[in-house]
């Protein structure tokens, strides 16, 4: 019997590299299974249930780049327009694509999360930070594995 994970996943890849290879035509204007592929794998991404690069189980020095993932981070960047993202310094805003992961968080959220975010730390949704970590001050990106 297949994993119904590893299923989700296959589909997801063929999905994300279909795109990719049609990618002059992907914008914000572009919906439905394309942009809900990318969603999900930032989904993933965000919550640790897949790496953009993975070790090899049989030697610690040797990773996996998973190009069907950076693909998909990279659409990302064509699905979603640029956008003003607060919580700058200062009661300031950014312009950016990528939204901050704490954006919309209360205290249950980060109890959940189970890691610590002091003052001038910066994550992009589509990072994951394991439970325990304490984060400095510091700027994760999109696809990160903290």
Same mark, same amino acid.
Not at 120 to 138: E, H, K, N
């Given at each position: 019997?297949?994993? $119904? +994970? #590893?299923?989700?996943?296959?589909?997801?890849?063929?999905?994300?590299?279909?795109?990719?290879?049609?990618?002059? =035509?992907?914008?914000?204007? /572009? *919906? &439905?299974? @394309?942009? %809900?592929?990318?969603?999900? /794998?930032?989904?993933?991404?965000?919550?640790?249930? !897949?790496?953009?690069?993975?070790?090899?189980?049989?030697? %610690?020095?040797?990773?996996?780049?998973? +190009?069907? !993932?950076?693909?998909?981070?990279? #659409? *990302?960047?064509?699905? =979603?327009?640029?956008?003003? !993202?607060?919580?700058? $310094?200062? &009661? *300031?805003?950014?312009?950016?694509?990528?939204?901050?992961?704490?954006?919309?968080? =209360?205290?249950?959220?980060?109890?959940?999360?189970?890691?610590?975010?002091?003052?001038?730390?910066?994550?992009?949704?589509?990072?994951? @930070?394991?439970?325990?970590?304490?984060?400095? $001050?510091?700027?994760?990106? @999109?696809?990160?594995?903290?």
């Amino acid at each position: 019997m297949q994993n $119904p +994970q #590893l299923s989700e996943t296959l589909d997801l890849e063929s999905l994300i590299n279909a795109a990719w290879d049609d990618r002059a =035509n992907i914008s914000a204007d /572009t *919906s &439905g299974e @394309i942009r %809900d592929a990318v969603s999900l /794998t930032l989904s993933m991404l965000d919550t640790g249930k !897949i790496r953009i690069a993975s070790k090899d189980h049989k030697n %610690d020095l040797n990773w996996t780049v998973h +190009q069907w !993932i950076k693909k998909a981070v990279l #659409l *990302s960047f064509r699905l =979603n327009p640029m956008s003003e !993202i607060s919580g700058g $310094p200062g &009661g *300031s805003h950014w312009w950016d694509k990528v939204p901050s992961k704490f954006h919309g968080w =209360n205290e249950h959220d980060f109890k959940g999360a189970g890691f610590r975010a002091v003052p001038g730390c910066f994550v992009r949704t589509g990072a994951y @930070i394991a439970p325990d970590v304490v984060l400095m $001050p510091s700027f994760v990106n @999109i696809g990160a594995y903290v």
